[in-house]
T-cell receptor, first 114, second 115 residues
Framework: AQKITQTQPGMFVQEKEAVTLDCTYD???????LFWYKQPSSGEMIFLIYQGSYDQQNATEGRYSLNFQKARKSANLVISASQLGDSAMYFC???????????FGAGTRLFVKA | NAGVTQTPKFQVLKTGQSMTLQCAQD?????MSWYRQDPGMGLRLIHY???????DQGEVPNGYNVSRSTTEDFPLRLLSAAPSQTSVYFC??????????????FGPGTRLLVL
């Protein structure tokens, strides 16, 4: 059965520093997609970045990058040059194959300190 | 396009009351789903639909009913609300022919408090 694990309930980072949010997953399907979402205090879900299981390179989107280690089944989100506006809840999610169902991890709350 | 809309934004119910959370999308998406978000548990899938007239259960379907009579609407019904159903509910949609990297589109959420 597919599963997503985020082991860091909360993280602190100094403004302008980089931070890594951990995500491990479990699936028996060789085809899957991994997503990261940001949820600020306002509550909306904001899509950040996607990594496909067959993608050869790690995904990057601006200050966000995904450290994808397929053999270890990990898909860690790296935020470079943290900003105060990065303070939010971050969710890792996975969708198997061409299906629609997506499962989410428990989330990591990130606090950026000035 | 309004995207995915949810009503109400906030609702207080008494135990045993029934209500329907509304979700609508104007993007002609075939796939729609309902999630609940609880502290420390992320988003959990309640029910989903792959098209009008087709629904299926997710991870936590007990206590909830859904139907999909049109492509646009996907209401979630609580027949007899319980305090355990206090949560934030998100509706999401996605087109059937989307590229793998295309995300779901989320509504703004409905905050439900059951006393």
């Amino acid at each position: 059965a597919q599963k997503i694990t985020q082991t860091q309930p909360g993280m602190f980072v100094q403004e302008k520093e980089a931070v890594t949010l951990d995500c491990t997953y479990d699936t028996s399907d060789p085809s899957y997609g991994l997503f990261w979402y940001k949820q600020p205090s306002s509550g909306e879900m904001i899509f950040l970045i996607y990594q496909g299981s067959y993608d050869q390179q790690n995904a990057t989107e601006g200050r966000y990058s995904l450290n994808f280690q397929k053999a270890r089944k990990s898909a860690n989100l790296v935020i470079s040059a943290s900003q105060l506006g990065d303070s939010a809840m971050y969710f890792c999610a996975m969708r198997e194959g061409l299906g629609f169902k997506t499962i989410f991890g428990a989330g990591t709350r990130l606090f950026v300190k000035a | 396009n309004a995207g995915v809309t949810q009503t109400p934004k906030f609702q207080v119910l008494k135990t045993g009351q029934s209500m329907t959370l509304q979700c609508a999308q104007d993007m002609n998406h075939e796939y729609m789903s309902w999630y609940r978000q609880d502290p420390g548990m992320g988003l959990r899938l309640i029910h989903y639909s792959v098209g009008a007239g087709i629904t299926d259960q997710g991870e936590v379907p007990n206590g909830y009913n859904v139907s999909r009579s049109t492509t646009e609407d996907f209401p979630l019904r609580l027949l007899s609300a319980a305090p355990s159903q206090t949560s934030v509910y998100f509706c999401a949609s996605r087109p059937q022919g989307a590229q793998p990297q295309e995300t779901q589109y989320f509504g703004p959420g409905t905050r439900l408090l059951v006393l």
